[in-house]
């Protein structure tokens, strides 16, 4: 099992482990309830799972991080989406397309950010909680940073489908 000290994170892995892990069965509506009705970020549910997938757990202190580190961008993603959605109507085709592929793009920086931010808890000395990481990684359970999180959301009952357990 890797510890923090030599680990970092691939935004390209993270990003390829995205979609194809959106596009597995499921993943997308409970993604899209998670965002819409328990107001959680898609980004950080996959990066959850991913770091699950890895056998690489976060402390509680560390998932607030990542939330907090969300929170400007995700407010201007929200009114990017949102214009998309109201400029719809008047679009063609390609013209909603490009819209489409500029907000997958906002979403691919989300996800750098997110790495950066776990990246920096991995380095020696950038962060002072870097030995608490390394006991969370040592003592990590699979599945359990995404558990944690949609627990934190209420939203418990969405943690098969967002894992894409049928």
Not at 62 to 80: C, G, K, P, W
Request: hydrophobic share 40%.
């Amino acid at each position: 099992m890797p510890t923090p000290r030599s680990l970092s994170l691939s935004s390209q892995d993270f990003w390829q482990f995205s979609l194809s892990h959106y596009a597995r069965a499921g993943v997308k509506t409970a993604s899209l309830t998670l965002q819409n009705e328990y107001q959680g970020n898609v980004n950080l549910a996959l990066l959850l799972h991913w770091l699950d997938t890895q056998r690489i757990g976060l402390t509680d202190l560390e998932i607030n991080a990542l939330i907090t580190v969300l929170t400007l961008s995700d407010t201007r993603l929200e009114q990017y989406r949102a214009m998309r959605q109201q400029l719809k109507p008047q679009l063609d085709q390609a013209g909603y397309q490009q819209l489409l592929a500029f907000e997958l793009e906002l979403e691919k920086s989300k996800q750098h950010e997110l790495l950066g931010q776990i990246n920096q808890f991995a380095c020696v000395g950038s962060n002072p909680t870097a030995e608490v990481v390394k006991e969370a990684v040592t003592g990590a359970t699979s599945e359990n940073n995404l558990a944690r999180y949609c627990q934190l959301l209420g939203a418990s009952t969405l943690l098969l489908r967002l894992q894409a357990h049928q």
